[in-house]
T-cell receptor, first 113, second 114 residues
């Protein structure tokens, strides 16, 4: 069965520092993977998705993620954090039957000046 | 302006009452979903619908019911059988149930049981 593990429920960085949010997945079929961002009391917004094309996926707001099959990972990165990046981030994988998503528990990113 | 609307934004319920959360989309999407979000738990799937007059249970359907009488609308009823309904509820839609299709989310409804 499909599953997603996000390592670290809370990550803190300084403004201008590298952002690295970790996501590992388990899937019995080739996975489709997503990263979403959620600001307080709002819905989720898609950052990027992997659908078996290029393994390095570029998303909005300067974020990117690399699909590594050998490591079953899909980590999210951004070279330089901005205060506005402070939010909760969710990694998700499509279920085997191609229906709804399975979400990780989320990682809260804090950015300090 | 295309999107998903959820109402109300905040909802308070007394124990033993049923309440209905509204979800409407004007994206012409076939598939719609309801998720429940609790702190530190991520999002968990309650129900989903692929097409009008058809819906399927998700992982935590007990104590909830849905209907899909129109393509644009997918209301969720939280019944008195739901033991712990206080949570943030998110509705989403996608073009179809294909795994590559992006799910778009509404702004959410925060339900509090008094």
């Amino acid at each position: 069965a499909q599953s997603v593990t996000q390592l670290g429920s809370h990550v803190s960085v300084s403004e201008g520092a590298l952002v690295l949010l970790r996501c590992n997945y388990s899937s019995s079929v080739p996975p489709y993977l997503f990263w979403y961002v959620q600001y307080p009391n709002q819905g989720l917004q898609l950052l990027l998705k992997y659908t078996s094309a290029a393994t390095l996926v570029k998303g909005i707001n300067g974020f990117e993620a690399e699909f590594k099959k050998s490591e079953t990972s899909f980590h999210l990165t951004k070279p330089s954090a901005h205060m506005s990046d402070a939010a909760e981030y969710f990694c998700a994988v499509t279920r085997e039957a191609g229906t709804a998503l399975i979400f990780g528990k989320g990682t809260t990113l804090s950015v300090s000046s | 302006d295309g999107g998903i609307t959820q109402s109300p934004k905040y909802l308070f319920r007394k124990e033993g009452q049923n309440v209905t959360l509204s979800c409407e989309q004007n994206l012409n999407h076939d598939a719609m979903y309801w998720y429940r979000q609790d702190p530190g738990q991520g999002l968990r799937l309650i129900y989903y619908s692929q097409i009008v007059n058809d819906f399927q249970k998700g992982d935590i359907a007990e104590g909830y019911s849905v209907s899909r009488e129109k393509k644009e609308s997918f209301p969720l009823t939280v019944t008195s059988a739901q033991k712990n309904p206080t949570a943030f509820y998110l509705c989403a839609s996608s073009i179809s149930l294909k795994g590559t299709d992006t799910q778009y989310f509404g702004p959410g409804t925060r339900l509090t049981v008094l």
